[in-house]
């Protein structure tokens, strides 16, 4: 008989009551150090303070209207964003997949309202995720994801992640943008270079397309800028937000230049919880908090001792660690033994990681994690790894 549950997941033995920090407790009464945060979703950990008060103040005054009318703290939120970033506007959605939706139809709305409606590929790279929407799916174009689920939303073009001539080659006259993670979060922590990112905005200005760059893990604080594409020096046409920014509430967003959203009028998109009071309430704390020069500081400070331990780390478990790789706090380590059997071995030792593609764990910690719980964290993965050798 089917679980009353669609069984979709595959999910871990453990059941999280109550989160406080980095530090999740499991109904046995066991406290997790948790280096995933829902998958980088509570940017500033369990319970902050600022974030229930938030949250809290605005659960007692209004929950929600409708895009019918105007909402305060949408434009609040907006405002923030504008003035941190290089969009001159934002959509709010509810998650990652909805930015994906709209990304795609503003990229086609754009080229048909220029009045080159022909232009409606995009380009997309392997190992790339960007949900599990039909176009979110057919952007990545993972079989594991698109297999049994066609027809596919037609135009997208997929290429081999960091082969600068079959992007060259690829480029033809319907080509209407390029759709990117600067770093990739399910395909294992692959960050692109910044020369490389460069080099699509170039190339783009060059073929005159749009640059559409999906920040959904790599956003908001994580890799130590606010958002990834800032460490390279350029900038996006549209960038696809979600995951951190609403510190654990359903809450996502869309920025773009005010020339790459000219075709998007009123009734040509829309959604009914999208920018609602609580996820934009939540949000402006959010910001408020992650985007000081301070905390950001902080963050790359944390990172780069962080990196150095799990240096220390792969050094003393060669059969276990290969390397490690990512940006900021989005770290990975590619494994040598079976990546599960390394989440697995974390979990009997009260650490929460991640696992994700090319046999890598995951490590995403909230942002505000303090010096002592990442020599903690190592600790707890050293007996994970020594676990698995004895
Ligand atoms: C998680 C993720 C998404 C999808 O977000 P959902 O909120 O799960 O729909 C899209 N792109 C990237 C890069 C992601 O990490």
Redesign the pocket.
Known sequence: MIASVLPTYSRAPLTFVKGQGTWLMEEDGRRFLDLGAG??VNALGHAHPKLVEAITAQAGALWHTSNLYHIPQQQALADKLVDATFADTVFFT???????ELAVKMVRKYWFDKGAPEKVDIITFDG??????SA?IAAAGSEKMTKGFGPLLPGFTHLPFGDHQALTAAITDTTAAILV?PV???GGIRALPDQCLKGLRDLCDEHNILLVL?????GVGRTGKLFAHEWAGIEPDIM?V??GIGGGF?L?AVLATENAALGMTAGTHGSTYGGNPMGCAVGCAVLDEINTPEFLADVNRKAGTLRQKLEGLIAAHPDVFDSVRGAGLMMGIKCKANNIDVVNAGYDNEVITVPAADNVIRLLPPLNISDAEITQAIARLDKAAMSLTT
């Open positions: 998958i980088a509810n998650s990652g997949t909805e930015s994906c790339s995720f960007h949900g599990r929407s979110g993670e990739q979060g399910e999906d920040e959904v893990q790599c696809m979600a995951k359903p996502g």
